[in-house]
């Protein structure tokens, strides 16, 4: 049973349009992140935050934006799509001494 | 060059075979995360390592601090273990929280 829900699973989009991938963890933690992965390829940080109201950028260049306003949630929002943001996103929570839970991914694919 | 190597890339074995993935990494780490991923299905944290071994089931994660090496053994595999199995870890500097991925090893298990 997943305590890391993701929408959609899959998207398909046309270029310029706005979209959010939701992400919700039920388990209270206080770290949680992004990655974007291609396929083939490792999986690469792009947001992360340590609690509400404290988002970063990771190590790899984004176009996207996070929000944390609440504990348990954490969307990410692409303001215009493009093909080159054509990916999986996952999501991910921890807590201190524990490993990683991840989210079942997001598709995105912009056409 | 990555920082997270893991060997083999793609694994073949047949029902019953004992199996072994190996991830070298060059930085220093606090922890290492052995991961699976099933075909379209999301990531499962397996192991969480900082050092010696654990076990859960038919898995069993070794690491040797020293040598920057950690392995995987899946004993009497079976079908359902096909999946990718990725090494994760987490390292000392960098963005607090961030793992750097190896890229996978995608195991097959035949019946």
């Known amino acids: ?111 | 060059k990555n920082e997270v190597e893991q060997s083999p890339q793609n694994l073949t074995a047949q029902e019953g075979e004992f199996i072994t993935i190996n991830c070298s990494y060059s930085v220093g780490i606090s922890a290492l995360h052995w991961l699976q991923q099933h075909p379209g299905g999301g990531i499962v944290s397996l192991f969480m390592l900082s050092s010696g071994k654990k076990k859960h089931g038919r898995l069993i994660a070794t690491i040797n601090i020293q040598e920057k090496h950690s392995s995987l053994h899946i004993t009497a595999s079976h079908p359902r273990d096909s999946a990718v199995y990725t090494c994760a870890v987490k390292y000392y500097g960098g963005s607090q929280g961030n793992l750097i991925f190896g890229k996978g090893t995608k195991l097959s298990v035949k019946p």
Not at chain 1, 47 to 59: F, I, R
């Open chain 1, 1 to 111: 049973e997943a305590d890391i829900y993701q929408t959609p699973r899959y998207l398909v989009i046309g270029t310029g349009k706005k979209i959010t991938l939701e992400c919700s963890q039920t388990m209270g933690h206080d770290k949680m992140y992004w990655y974007q992965q291609d396929p083939g390829m490792e999986l690469h940080l792009i947001h992360y935050s340590y609690g509400v109201n404290s988002t970063e950028k990771g190590d790899l260049s984004s176009e996207s934006t996070v929000s944390r306003i609440r504990t348990e949630h954490f969307p990410l929002t692409l303001e215009s799509a493009r093909p080159s943001h054509t990916s999986q996103y996952l999501c991910a929570s921890s807590e201190l001494n524990y490993g990683y839970t991840f989210g079942s991914g997001t598709r995105l694919t912009v056409v």
